[in-house]
C-alpha cells in the first residue's frame, strides 16, 4: 500500500515511516524543502510540499493519506493556523478530489472540544476545525487524538477509547504504531478515538 505521510520527518512521522516500510508498505514521505530527509529510512519515496501552500497534485500516486505534521509548541498561532487547521484542510480536500482510500489524522486530547481556557486552546481549536473538516469531506477516515505525547518509543502496551486517562502519556512510538494500524486496518474506518500508553 503506498501511505503519503505529512509530517514525515517529524519525531512521530519518522517513527511512523520506518514502521511502514518496515511493515511491507510504501511510504511517500512529504516534506518541505528545508527538512532534513537524511534520517529517513533508505529508499523511501519523498515527495517535497509545503502545506502552506500544496498543489493539486500532492496524493498522486497514494492510497492513503496520513496527517502526522504540527506547526510545533513555540510557534505563532498564525502558523498553528496555517499549518494545523488551513494546511490540514486543503490536504483533506486534495485528497477528496482525488479519491484517496483512506485518511489518518494525528490529532490531539482536547481537540474534540476545545477549551478556551487552556494554554493550548488555539492549538486545540486549530485541530478541532481539522478534524471536523475531515468528518465532512466524505472520505473514510480514523482520529487519532493522543494523550501529552513523550519522545519514547514505547512497548506497543496501548490503551484506546473512553477508559484512556486524559492526563495519561503517549510514546511516540506508540503513537506511530497506532497511525500505521489506522491505515492499513479496515476495523477503525469511521472511529475518533483518545490513545495512551501503559507500558
Known amino acids: ?14 517513527r511512523l515511516t520506518q514502521q511502514l516500510k518496515e ?10 524543502a528545508s527538512s532534513d530527509i537524511s534520517k529517513l529510512p533508505e529508499g523511501v519515496a519523498t515527495r517535497e510540499a509545503d502545506l502552506t501552500q500544496l498543489t493539486d497534485d500532492v496524493c498522486d500516486g497514494a492510497d492513503v493519506v496520513v496527517f502526522a505534521a504540527g506547526s510545533g509548541g513555540d510557534t505563532s498561532a498564525e502558523m498553528t493556523d496555517k ?22 489524522m494525528l490529532s490531539s486530547v482536547g481537540a474534540e472540544n476545545p477549551d478556551p481556557e487552556s494554554d493550548l486552546a488555539h492549538y486545540l481549536q486549530a ?20 494523550v501529552t505525547l513523550t519522545d519514547e518509543d514505547g ?16 510514546a511516540r512510538g506508540d503513537v506511530a504504531a497506532i497511525l500505521a494500524r489506522a ?17
Open 183 to 199: 491505515a492499513t486496518d479496515d476495523t477503525l474506518e469511521g472511529k475518533v478515538f483518545l490513545m495512551e500508553s501503559l507500558g
Open 1 to 14: 500500500m503506498k501511505i503519503l505521510i505529512a509530517g514525515s520527518t517529524g519525531k512521530t512521522g519518522l
Open 23 to 32: 511493515a511491507g508498505h510504501q511510504p511517500i514521505a512529504m516534506h518541505r
Open 127 to 146: 485541530k478541532h476545525e481539522a478534524d471536523e473538516h475531515l468528518k465532512a469531506s466524505g472520505l473514510s477516515y480514523t482520529i487519532v487524538r493522543p
Open 83 to 104: 499549518v494545523d487547521r488551513d494546511g490540514a484542510k486543503r490536504l483533506i480536500d486534495i485528497a477528496a478530489k482525488n479519491d484517496i482510500d483512506h485518511f489518518v
Open 155 to 170: 512497548s506497543r502496551d496501548i490503551r484506546l477509547g473512553d477508559e484512556v486517562d486524559p492526563k495519561g502519556e503517549a
